[in-house]
């Protein structure tokens, strides 16, 4: 191993031991682990990126995200470490990952066609026997996202056009979910990776469209239940990622708060755009959430833009269109809008 790359995993070792030693089993602190690894893809530094991966999995005793795993699967195929892409795959299979989701996905055209994957597919019984997924669980979760969803794509256009249509009943089904959904959570603990699985991992959890609908407008969701508090204990616990958290919370801060503002469209140009004075809030904010720094999340959110699905890091694209106003117009135009709502 090169000197520099012991180097990069002897301090993250170092970092972890210090975040653990003084924070205990806190999650925030792995997500920040997993930024040092994901800034290291960024720059094509991939043999350092997987140093730090395997340095983390294996001396950390945090259970890693699927998404983690998946990085440093297609970091291994990008260095042609088949036998190690194999390992990580397994973990995804045992995350609730199909075979055909790998074979689909281009990040790993090479990788299937050798003689590992040949063996690791034919052994995918046998890993999903040893999963730990609650299949009844994962059920009960799909179920609460058909019912979100039925009446609201019934009829075409936006959420006025199906509000007035099925309004009443659509408020009941989302008031009979959040009753099935705390009800869950309280008997079976929260629906993260281990208990419910992963079915992709470019897309969000069944029970997030459930949980946006509760954080969007409407006072009477959060009035009957704010899942507040219960998401960010779930952040801590390893639950549920913070990006998903922040995403949520988002949607009652006017401006978003810890997504922040990076991506403006004008015309046909697309600008980074992040107020300098704002940073330091962003951060803070960030911070609390077991989020990467403003600065960490702008260049991953570059690399995604112009690098879709190279690898998974989860961020949050928000896009907005400033219709010939600056952008301080269109932050007080935010205020404004949030004025009405609550009036």
Request: aromatic residues 16%.
């Amino acid at each position: 191993m090169p000197l520099s790359t012991k180097t990069a995993a002897i301090t993250v070792f170092l970092t972890f031991f210090i975040f653990h030693k003084n924070l205990g089993q806190d999650y925030r602190k792995y997500h920040l682990l997993i930024n040092k690894a994901e800034l290291l893809l960024v720059d094509s530094l991939y043999e350092k990126a997987l140093y730090t991966y395997d340095s983390i999995f294996t001396h950390a005793p945090y259970k890693p995200f699927a998404k983690d795993y998946y990085n440093a699967a297609v970091c291994t195929a990008l260095l042609k470490r088949y036998k190690t892409t194999g390992n990580y795959i397994s973990k995804l299979f045992l995350k609730g990952i199909v075979p055909d989701t790998i074979e689909m996905d281009k990040n790993f055209a090479a990788y299937i066609t050798t003689r590992y994957w040949k063996g690791l597919k034919k052994k995918y019984p046998e890993y999903l026997k040893q999963s730990s997924i609650n299949w009844w669980y994962r059920a009960q979760m799909d179920s609460i996202y058909y019912h979100d969803q039925h009446f609201r794509l019934l009829v075409p256009g936006g959420t006025s056009i199906h509000m007035s249509v099925y309004g009443d009943t659509i408020r009941k089904l989302d008031s009979l979910n959040n009753i099935v959904f705390r009800h869950l959570v309280d008997s079976l603990g929260f629906p993260g990776e281990d208990k419910i699985g992963v079915k992709s991992l470019f897309d969000k959890p069944a029970y997030f469209t459930f949980l946006l609908h509760r954080y969007q407008g409407g006072g009477y969701r959060r009035v009957n239940h704010d899942y507040t508090p219960t998401l960010r204990q779930a952040i801590i616990d390893g639950n549920i990622h913070p990006k998903l958290v922040a995403e949520l919370e988002n949607q009652s801060s006017t401006p978003p708060y810890y997504t922040a503002i990076y991506w403006i469209y004008e015309d046909t140009t697309v600008k980074k755009l992040c107020p300098k004075a704002q940073i330091k809030m962003y951060d803070n904010f960030h911070a609390m959430l077991g989020l990467e720094r403003v600065e960490d999340y702008n260049k991953k959110v570059s690399f995604e833009w112009t690098h879709p699905k190279k690898f998974c890091f989860g961020t949050v694209f928000l896009s907005y269109r400033l219709y010939g106003m600056t952008y301080k117009e269109y932050l007080n135009e935010l205020k404004e809008s949030g004025k009405r709502k609550r009036n």
